[in-house]
T-cell receptor
Framework: EAGVVQSPRYKIIEKKQPVAFWCNPI?????LYWYLQNLGQGPELLIR????????DSQLPKDRFSAERLKGVDSTLKIQPAELGDSAVYLC????????????FGPGTRLTVT | QKEVEQNSGPLSVPEGAIASLNCTYS??????FFWYRQYSGKSPELIMS????GDKEDGRFTAQLNKASQYVSLLIRDSQPSDSATYLC???????????FGQGTELSVKP
């Protein structure tokens, strides 16, 4: 069974530029998560999707971050414009359903903003 | 009090020893607990889940849960250098319906 797929793996951009990350969850997983992980910290939830619906985006900085999950499968997370403080690893995870189910992570995208 | 607390380490153990990783959490009604392993430069990998008080064993790994004390631990028996990684404790908080991670404990197993 294929795991969670993310691209790109690495991205270097200048501040004020836009950037987008893509995620394909494990087949059949209805719930998709985007997390942010800073060095030395655990992942922090940005947004959770159940199928196409964003059910928890309370931690997403909506002035510059946006996300979508069209057709309830793939998802894209966008930052526009990027700031220096956005440098981090962006992780996508999926689970069979919402709730206290096991979540499986993709390889992540390491973003560096210069 | 942080929602999920772990000692950041590093915890250093000799090869073959038992490594003990600890985690406390603040939500008294949490029911689901997870341990993730994260190698340097890699993403978190789920290695154990535990939902009931007591011990759960999987190979060299044993997760222990004590809900009354709000404490969950991970024991690694016969530690190997390949176990050197950061171990993340994660607790599912019913209020808000989200998984909260600790900051992780770095484990170093010395040959």
């Amino acid at each position: 069974e294929a795991g969670v797929v993310q691209s790109p793996r690495y991205k270097i951009i200048e501040k004020k530029q836009p950037v987008a990350f893509w995620c394909n969850p494990i087949s059949g997983h209805n719930t998709l998560y985007w997390y942010l992980q800073n060095l030395g910290q655990g992942p922090e939830l940005l947004i959770r999707y159940e199928n196409e619906e964003a059910v928890d985006d309370s931690q997403l900085p909506k002035d510059r971050f946006s996300a979508e999950r069209l057709k309830g499968v793939d998802s894209t997370l966008k930052i526009q414009p990027a700031e220096l403080g956005d440098s981090a690893v962006y992780l996508c995870a999926s689970s069979a359903d919402s709730g206290a189910y096991e979540q499986y992570f993709g390889p992540g995208t390491r973003l560096t903003v210069t | 009090q942080k929602e999920v607390e772990q000692n950041s380490g590093p915890l250093s153990v000799p090869e073959g020893a038992i490594a003990s990783l600890n985690c406390t959490y603040s939500d008294r009604v949490s029911q689901s607990f997870f341990w993730y392993r994260q190698y340097s430069g890699k993403s978190p990998e789920l290695i154990m889940s535990i939902y009931s008080n007591g011990d759960k064993e999987d190979g060299r790994f044993t997760a222990q849960l004590n809900k009354a004390s709000q404490y969950v631990s991970l024991l690694i028996r016969d530690s190997q250098p390949s176990d050197s990684a950061t171990y993340l404790c994660a607790v599912f908080y019913n209020q808000g319906g989200k998984l909260i991670f600790g900051q992780g404990t770095e484990l170093s197993v010395k040959p």
